[in-house]
């Protein structure tokens, strides 16, 4: 029987762990924290993310979807929070068509408990990984409450530990030849709990992701299962106003939530005292290149972490380890060959997420309060009702398709040429409200050949 | 008294203990290493360097140019090498103008002495930095010998630690909103050693550059005081051929250089034996920022690490310490507005230095065999001659002035341009040939005002 160590328990290692225990291995997980499921979990850092296609195709491939489903809230589109409280819902897809929120906290342990019970992968906590050996497929450790030092070697090694990962850290950027970066963006985040009514409901509707775009900042919220909204400001570090520098007192704090975001204030009566106590995160980019070494890999946010704006972060890393499973079939446990096709398939795709990532950033702080982009979300939709086969819109392909993120990437952004030179020629708003814009569809669709 | 520590006895670090003792501090140097001046040079590994401008005014500012004089062969210009073996020389500069080999562990054991002996610097030896605290100025260590784990707490804390920079791995690289990267160039590099004559006198002319330019790889030679000329090989690590993992047997080896090089492979008899024996090493550009937290700051290589094709490497890690010992004068000692206007002075010029030197290979191993780019130097000497204040060439700027790196970068760019669309104007060749080139040049540059 072969083994197989994963260092970190997150989200990428615990479905790995199950892949890879389901298909014989002898699974081994070391992790640097304590059990999340025995802990509790941190103010202001509850998180809550949005599953998508590529994430429920990940856990379906090991049939523990059915596990998921119960701490999944579905959100059909976005809702738009002007800055004097009027709303503006666009759907995000298709009749059907959901984003799902769900705790971090929630998924993972479900995931460490099939894990373990389902599977027998052995999981330890409180281990440091501070170094590793790839050619030799030796992970070496510190027990944070022993102090005691130890080594573990085994057939392979993958590094699930995330955007600091300490296998890359310790043993990958040791590497000759490895290339890496790690790119701050200028904005910090802030999280904040709206709560739930007195009598358990929600103080906003369950089925949306509501965003309070305002330009160079933002604020979000997700639903919790309580009936509470996860929020997070997104916001510059330092700047002349509307900065996490420039504002400091009580004061301050008042009134910057009074004046941008008049109704989150009032559902959020305590948040001074949230501002307080909750603490300012900053956001990366990092890439590397090689993703493997040796016996080791690199999968996850360990490979690619990117900044949240797109939801994808956890996506892509499902997928990682969807399509290492799939090439572990294919090859036949060849893991010299698995390797190869892992990198040379998914170091384009994790590239992509991180431009898509990025760019989704001024989608939702900007673009999304411009009426212009809206009717163009509405054109395409309708476009995508009447023509399936011939047209899918950038955030469909991304979040409701399989379509690798590196082709959806340079898809979407031809599309958008191609749309804005559409919206340029005709008057979509005006044909909308004379109903008229189906035969403009037609016109233009109906020969048009399916691009690829 | 205050007191300083710099990690790393390199080219910076040697040199800015030599400012810091000069203006009144105390300090304490350590360094990996042993001591360079009790070890032998390791095969391969002799390394020159070309000292040019920048790093003359460097070493001039605190008096210890005379020291190195010695040591240096002019090299005025560049001489190429064909195929067949004939030679095209081509002037860095004009006349009296020069860049200077030196052997970089001559200059570097200079430094020691001087930063030692004149002014009572202390050079701790086998001390392996292990992490920083930046904030409070403290260094920790473990001596290579012993294994003894020490700190080191001082004012002031450098990190001179050179392009894998030990203070700048373990303890910039974990500060929150860090950016940093390490990416490595597709080439690997190979030294091989000319030896002298018999009577001790040089195979080729010693005051020159001499290159071997072959489009995507290229071979470099400079002069060492005993007669023997160190080479360096620059090629892709992979490749169809022409790729260091395509040249392993002994008879690839003697094709390749036979073919490629004829009128070394004459001069170096033994390159089979020096292939195997030498080793084969990676190249990096290292970026990050910020450069200074707390009370630490990283100079030279730790800062800004570049590939070596402008031998601009140490001069701007000299001109480092030449732009903070005048901030620390202008700034009277205070050392917050130091390292602020270090920083801000600095970076864009590191940042430059890196695309001088990207774009300087291409000049050496493809642009110096094309008889338009040689022209085009000639055309602009010929400029620069007859009218030296209205227009620099931007190897001048780079390796005979004192103009920032990010302004002759920004101008050298423009001035190309602007150099190209002349030459397709005029035949230059031909008025060359007539000696009516300088009626031209006096037309264009005799009214035209100074750039800037």
Redesign the interface.
Known sequence: MKTATIVGAGLAGSLWAVYLAKAGYNVTIFERRSDIRLAEIQAGKSINLALSHRGWEALRAVGVDHHVNELAIPMTGRIMHSATGELTAQPYGQEGQAIYSVSRGGLNAKMMDVAEKEFGATINYNMQCTGGNLEEGIVYLTNKLTGEHSEHQSDLVFGCDGAYSALR?KAF?KL?????????VEDGYKEFLIPANADGSYKLDKNALHIWPRGRFMLIALANEDGSFTCTLFMP?EGDENAFDKINTKAEIEAFFETRFPDFYEMCPNVVEQWGTHPLS?L?IMRCYPWTSGKAALMGDAAHATVPFYGQGMNASLEDCHTMGKLMEEHDHDWEAIFKAYQADRKPNGDAVQELSKHNYLVMRDFVADPQFLLQKKFENRIQELYPEKYIALYSMVSFSSIPYAEAWKKGQEQDVYMKDLMQQHDIESLMKEGKVDDLIHRIFKDKLVSN
Chains 1, 2 share one sequence.
């Open positions: 850290y950027q000759d030849r490895f290339n890496y970066s790690q790119e701050f570090f900053s990366a």
